[in-house]
């Protein structure tokens, strides 16, 4: 329940899809609705996450006009008709809308629908302003929709000082971590699930991610390649993307087929963070890490890069060990060293589940949301322009 105790009536927008954003967006919709508030989600498809029918939760979708003298459909229009319709018929106090474009351009369009005063809360995810505030034809756009929303948060310092960097932005930006929940997210006994991929004697490391230029997959298959001189281990990736033709070309250069096993999209992602020994993440950019922090709190430290957000959530020597973009051989090395050292091992998985408990804990995460939603229902709208 919000800190006023008012159960609120929320309508929320996000890529419904697989995505970083998505998944959040999902499981603070499930969990607000757990707290007792009434939760819409309004979207073309119903967020994966989402799953089986969940009390206070409802979804709401977008249809998009095929009328003949559109060349392309207005997605973008219809979302906003839809968010307007929503709102009154359910007498939203608000929309916490997930990416700046076109999501909060559209919530932005929709509070003109409704007569009622409707308050907008956005959130920055990373590529709304890693990428596309980078585009001059959208950087208006993206500016409009953060600074007409009544509240905007991101999802770590990096991205707050890296939009106020890019953009004109005439408001304060409030930092909320992404956050994993303790019920899903924890070490999972799966010794003999493990059997059917590895040996005892093998150590396994794993990528997950939508393999992207931005997640620099061939540094992974790099990396790898290193450790495997120096122990037996295996390489286990999870997801699909463009830069995986090039990784499976890699690795048969490399002579490594035998040892990198894919896995294709999995949903059950707990269960299979936890066969893994360690977690690479050498990403170019990465506004928070998301899989970093299911991978903490499943007890896997992570071998990544100093980008974006990653050091807020990766604390170096405690709970995994980072390295500047590129630099491979130091990550090699700093996972074979956690692999061949037992008790070091044993002190960092300790630290990524206390951390992950106590710093990203998805109550905690809520409810500074609530604190928000709070604190934008007794303000005024955002300042004209």
Not at 369 to 376: F, K, Q, S
């Amino acid at each position: 329940m919000s800190q006023a105790g008012k159960h609120l009536k929320i309508g929320i927008t996000c890529y419904p899809s697989l995505g970083g954003s998505g998944v959040v967006a999902t499981e603070l919709g499930k969990r607000l609705a757990e707290r007792g508030h009434q939760v819409h989600f309004i979207a073309n498809s119903i967020p994966f996450r989402l799953g089986q029918f969940h009390k206070n939760v409802f979804y709401h979708e977008v249809e998009v006009n095929d009328y003949y003298v559109f060349r392309y459909p207005p997605y973008d229009l219809s979302l906003a008709t839809k968010m307007a319709q929503v709102a009154k018929a359910q007498q939203l106090d608000l929309l916490h809308v997930h990416y700046a474009v076109p999501h909060a351009v559209c919530a932005y369009l929709a509070k003109q629908m409704v007569p009622d005063e409707l308050k907008v809360v956005t959130t920055l995810h990373g590529t709304d302003i890693t990428v596309l505030a980078q585009d001059e034809s959208l950087k208006d756009l993206i500016q409009l929709a953060i600074n007409k929303s009544d509240a905007v948060t991101a999802v770590s310092n990096d991205l707050i000082r890296e939009t106020h960097e890019l953009l004109d932005i005439t408001r304060d930006i409030d930092l909320t971590y992404n956050f994993v929940d303790e019920r899903v997210y924890y070490p999972r006994e799966v010794s003999s699930l493990r059997r059917d991929y590895v040996s005892d004697q093998e150590k396994v490391l794993m990528h997950i991610s939508n393999f992207r230029p931005v997640k620099r997959t061939l540094d992974v298959i790099n990396v790898f390649a290193k450790v495997q001189r120096e122990l037996p281990a295996k390489l286990i990736l999870v997801g699909e993307g463009p830069d995986l033709p090039k990784i499976q070309c890699k690795i048969q250069e490399l002579g490594l087929s035998e040892k990198v096993l894919f896995l294709g999209k999995q949903d059950d992602v707990a269960q299979v963070i936890s066969m893994a020994d360690l977690l690479l993440l050498p990403s170019e950019k990465e506004s928070f890490g998301l899989v970093a922090l299911e991978a903490m709190a499943c007890g896997v430290p992570t071998i990544g890069s100093t980008a974006g957000g990653i050091p807020e959530l990766v604390l170096h020597g405690q709970t995994g060990m980072l390295s500047p973009i590129g630099d491979t051989e130091q990550m090699a090395k700093d996972a074979v060293r956690l692999l061949t050292d037992d008790e070091l091992m044993n002190k960092f998985k300790k630290a990524c589940l206390e951390r992950a408990s106590v710093n990203f804990n998805i109550d905690k995460i809520t409810e500074q949301y609530e604190r928000i939603y709070e604190r934008v229902l007794t303000q005024k709208s955002a300042s004209i322009l």
